[in-house]
């Protein structure tokens, strides 16, 4: 029955769209991203522009959604389900923020840019949010997140 509800709660939402708080263009998107990327190529962008919200707004989606529940199976529901998943319920909205999957070495996790065009890294199993600065700098994190292999926005 949880389970139920949950899904319920994941297909209807129990959140409101995040505020829109301005817009990034393709290039803009691109500079932000290459420098943590170990191939440019491999930068999947598939708007021309999106929609920016805040850190503000990302906290109360993610106090909101229930992806971070997620039951965690090896090789089943792992790391890629969960940010398919957050991925998916940040998609749901009228307009399409800058929101979007990255991948490093052993990892998939989730990426956004914000209103102030800063490049953070979510964790979809535990709701933390990152700055690209904290990653680089923390012993622990770095290999966890860092480089990039593949991004999709
Ligand atoms: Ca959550």
Not at 80 to 88: H, V
Not at 121 to 138: H, L, R, S, Y
């Amino acid at each position: 029955m949880a389970n139920f509800i949950d899904w319920l709660i994941g297909i209807f939402g129990s959140s409101s769209q995040p505020s829109v708080i301005g817009a990034i263009n393709w290039d803009e998107t691109i500079n932000i991203i290459t420098p943590h990327i170990k191939k440019p190529s491999q930068i999947y962008l598939s708007d021309a522009t999106y929609s920016l919200t805040s850190v503000d707004e990302l906290r109360k989606f993610l106090n909101a959604d229930r992806t971070n529940y997620g039951k965690y199976e090896a090789e089943g529901h792992d790391c890629d389900n969960f940010s398919y998943q957050l991925m998916g319920y940040f998609s749901k909205w009228s307009y399409s923020f800058c929101f979007g999957i990255a991948w490093s070495k052993g990892h998939a996790f989730n990426i956004m840019i914000d209103s102030n065009k800063k490049l953070y890294v979510i964790e979809p199993q535990g709701d933390a949010i990152f700055t690209i600065e904290e990653v680089i700098k923390a012993s622990n994190l770095k290999p966890l997140y860092y480089p990039f292999e593949m991004v999709i926005i």
